[in-house]
């Protein structure tokens, strides 16, 4: 999944879905669901690391994985929508950097990634209930290689009553102080913070509210 700040602030009563048929039905368009530019934060974030093995979780249709690839590094990018990772595999192809992009369709529920085996982790909004979420983000730093780096962005609970777009649900949002509560000491927490993300909507500029935590291991 990926930043879903294009929705707006239309709040809805209905219960939230994440399963894969409901992600391959939004996915399933010609045009790209998302910006094709990398989130503004990674590219911050990763730019003055050394490339190398790189495990990105919820690629979606894979921008951020193609914005890490062109930057050297070696990818492995999973997302339970197979819709979304075949178009990931399109980009990175007309990018040409699909030789560098391993592409895995997956649930992140039941996916395990190898153990302290790559040198950066991302996971970019990821917005599921917070008793899926935990354990998902036990097995991500799980698979920060010593040395290694882990990086999450998400859409902030302080954006649904403050910011602009994001899921409308409570239970979909958190904030940066959970994670790394969550995290439970596994790594030295390098940033831990709000950060506001400006979007250009047809009614003007508004402005995202995420949470950032980075943090590597020692």
């Given at each position: 999944m990926e930043d879903a700040s294009s929705s707006g602030n239309v709040k809805s009563n209905s219960p939230p879905t994440m399963e894969r048929e409901d992600w391959n039905k939004r996915y399933a368009t010609k045009e790209f669901l998302w910006t094709l530019e990398a989130n503004r934060f990674l590219a911050e974030e990763v730019t003055n690391l050394k490339p190398a093995n790189a495990l990105e979780l919820a690629t979606g249709e894979g921008r951020n994985a193609v914005w890490l690839a062109d930057q050297g590094w070696s990818v492995h990018a999973v997302d339970f929508s197979d819709v979304a990772i075949e178009k990931g595999r399109q980009l990175a192809s007309a990018r040409q950097v699909a030789d560098r992009i391993e592409f895995q369709v997956a649930d992140l529920r039941e996916y395990a990634p190898k153990a302290r085996h790559f040198d950066?982790?991302?996971?970019?909004?990821?917005?599921?209930?917070?008793?899926?979420?935990?354990?998902?983000?036990?097995?991500?730093?799980?698979?920060?290689?010593?040395?290694?780096?882990?990086?999450?962005?998400?859409?902030?609970?302080?954006?649904?009553?403050?910011?602009?777009?994001?899921?409308?649900?409570?239970?979909?949002?958190?904030?940066?102080?959970?994670?790394?509560?969550?995290?439970?000491?596994?790594?030295?927490i390098e940033k831990a913070q709000r950060v506001e993300r400006p979007v250009i909507t047809e009614s003007g500029l508004k402005v995202a509210i995420d949470c950032l935590v980075r943090g590597r291991r020692i």
């Open positions: 950066l982790v991302t996971l970019i909004y990821l917005q599921v209930p917070w008793d899926e979420l935990k354990p998902i983000l036990a097995r991500a730093v799980d698979a920060v290689a010593p040395g290694g780096t882990f990086l999450l962005v998400a859409h902030d609970s302080a954006n649904l009553k403050s910011g602009y777009g994001g899921p409308q649900h409570a239970d979909l949002l958190y904030t940066a102080d959970q994670v790394v509560a969550a995290l439970g000491g596994a790594l030295q």
